[in-house]
């Protein structure tokens, strides 16, 4: 990723670097989605596919929806998805504003954690 940069917010790395003194592992937090990272003209994040048993499907989730918001934030594209969700901590719930068939819903998800 030579030429990329990001900022990890320090809330973030303290949780982190606690975890891992801890335990050894760190946890993040994930919906079980997959979502298109380019862009759809900063109209939000389109989700590709959501996995069986998973939050994203256990909310109601769908191939084609397009998550604007989390928790009242408005989310630009995958990337800006991923970022929202990492700054949460798996077991939180969080909510999401999704545009389907035109139609907007709020739909609530219990984040679930990944080993790192």
Request: no cysteine; net charge negative.
């Amino acid at each position: 990723n030579i030429g990329v940069g990001f900022a990890i917010p320090i809330e973030q790395v303290k949780v982190t670097a606690d975890q891992i003194l801890r335990t050894g592992k760190a946890r993040y937090p994930v919906i079980g989605a997959q979502v298109r990272t380019g862009s759809i003209d900063g109209g939000g994040a389109e989700i590709d596919s959501v996995s069986p048993g998973t939050p994203a499907d256990d909310s109601g989730l769908r191939k084609g929806d397009v998550i604007t918001e989390i928790d009242g934030s408005r989310v630009t594209d995958g990337i800006a998805l991923i970022v929202a969700i990492r700054a949460h901590q798996p077991g939180e719930q969080v909510e999401f504003t999704v545009v389907r068939d035109g139609d907007e819903h709020t739909v609530e998800v219990t984040l679930a954690g990944e080993v790192d």
